[in-house]
């Protein structure tokens, strides 16, 4: 699986099959042997990181903040009790069902143990949206969107390609040996390396 999603993001897929040895999670930020649940490769944004974007958006934005880690998203309790009015539509179950609730957002993000592969937070607006992802053009990050009101932020260099790259390596196969199949932005790269491509 390659997904821009967390485990548990995906847990509804996992549970239909037990042929999925590896996982390329958060748009690459994660690979994991989902057997051992070992992370085998990691890209995170440091805590500090995800404080800087926390500040400077927050303060301009209404929009559900979500730090994601490679087991799941983390949210504000208060946001998620009212999450009906980010308009969701069918994602909003998933987003009840995997997210981590917390109190205290700034409180988690800095006394966690591990950091978040990507932030992801959904609008009340594509315009705000769009608004946000100008504010951020001078910073050298990795963004990427697959809803109308949502933004991804990863990594400098972190794509699926790039984590599809390295798992390939470490399994022993080139890019010919390898199909990938996409719908979205965020598997352009995956695409791209992918020696036979599907969308």
Do not use: W
């Amino acid at each position: 699986i390659c997904s821009g999603r967390s485990l548990d993001e995906l847990a509804p897929v996992l549970r239909e099959t037990t042929n999925f040895r590896y996982a390329i999670l958060c748009n690459g930020a994660y690979i994991m042997d989902i057997h051992t649940n070992q992370v085998i490769y990691e890209s995170t944004l440091t805590k500090e990181e995800t404080l800087h974007f926390y500040h400077l958006l927050a303060s301009r934005f209404d929009m559900l903040f979500e730090p994601t880690y490679h087991d799941a998203p983390v949210a504000l309790r208060s946001q998620l009790d009212t999450l009906a009015r980010y308009n969701l539509g069918p994602l909003g179950d998933l987003v009840c069902q995997s997210h981590h609730p917390v109190d205290d957002l700034v409180c988690h993000i800095r006394s966690s143990n591990i950091n978040a592969g990507k932030i992801n937070m959904f609008f009340l607006s594509t315009e705000q949206r769009d608004q946000a992802l100008a504010l951020l053009s001078s910073e050298n990050y990795q963004y990427f969107h697959q809803h109308p009101r949502n933004l991804e932020i990863n990594c400098p260099g972190v794509c699926k390609g790039n984590a599809l790259s390295r798992l390939a390596r470490i399994l022993g196969y080139t890019s010919e040996e390898v199909m990938a199949i996409g719908d979205h932005n965020n598997d352009l790269t995956m695409i791209q390396y992918a020696g036979t491509a599907v969308a």
